[in-house]
């Protein structure tokens, strides 16, 4: 009896080491440039992210880790991380004591601030610039289909392909501010 090893095309082989070849060098230039010029990795932007973008009272940790997509040990560590140099504040849930809410405090949001304009400038010059407007609706598209795919909760909403370039994304930015919005980032540390 011999094996025969499956196999993919051409196509499928192309497709698959691309976005294998993406997934990895993508999330490292992201986490070079923040780390350069704002001192967090971008897993902690996102967390940061998700905080601003969500109810002002804070999240609990189970869903911040479904919207930053990370396990809760992750998320925990990182926490304590962010907790300790003043960039959120934890506390025990008041409806659920087992469970814990995590909110953001002005110093988080004055940095998280800080940094939005070098992480866009960088998502734009690595993604988004080089892709035109329909390679950017059927990238969101694609990612769409495969978040839901993997399991993401509530995974991207895709843009229709009759939107322009200048119409707002439908859905939320799980990374950065929202679609279409472009954040006021202050001029000195009163934010």
């Known amino acids: 009896m011999t094996f025969r090893a499956p196999r993919m095309t051409q196509r499928e082989s ?12 993508l999330p490292a230039a992201l986490d070079t440039q923040l780390q350069r010029d704002a001192q967090m990795t971008h897993f902690e932007f996102m967390v940061l992210s998700n905080l601003k973008l969500g109810p002002g009272e804070g999240m609990r940790m189970t869903a ?33 004591r087992r469970a814990t809410v995590v909110a953001l405090t002005p110093e988080g949001r004055r940095r998280l601030i800080h940094a939005m304009p070098g992480h866009i400038a960088t998502a734009r010059r690595l993604v988004i610039d080089a892709l035109t407007p329909a390679q950017l609706d059927a990238l969101a598209e694609i990612s769409a289909v ?46």
């Not at 691309?18 to 990895?24: A, D, K, L, M």
């Not at 392909?161 to 279409?180: D, I, K, L, M, V």
């Open 14 to 25: 192309a497709a698959w080491l691309g976005i294998i070849g993406v997934s990895g060098l």
């Open 64 to 96: 911040l880790a479904e919207a930053t997509y990370a396990t809760l040990p992750r998320l925990s560590h990182v926490c304590a991380r962010l907790d300790r140099r003043g960039d959120l504040t934890r506390r025990p849930c008041a409806e659920d």
């Open 146 to 191: 495969l978040l839901d795919r993997l399991g993401a909760p509530g995974g991207l909403e895709p843009v229709p392909a009759s939107a322009t370039t200048s119409e707002p994304a439908r859905g939320r930015a799980r990374t950065g501010s929202r679609a279409g919005e472009d954040e006021a980032v202050p001029q000195d540390d009163r934010a």
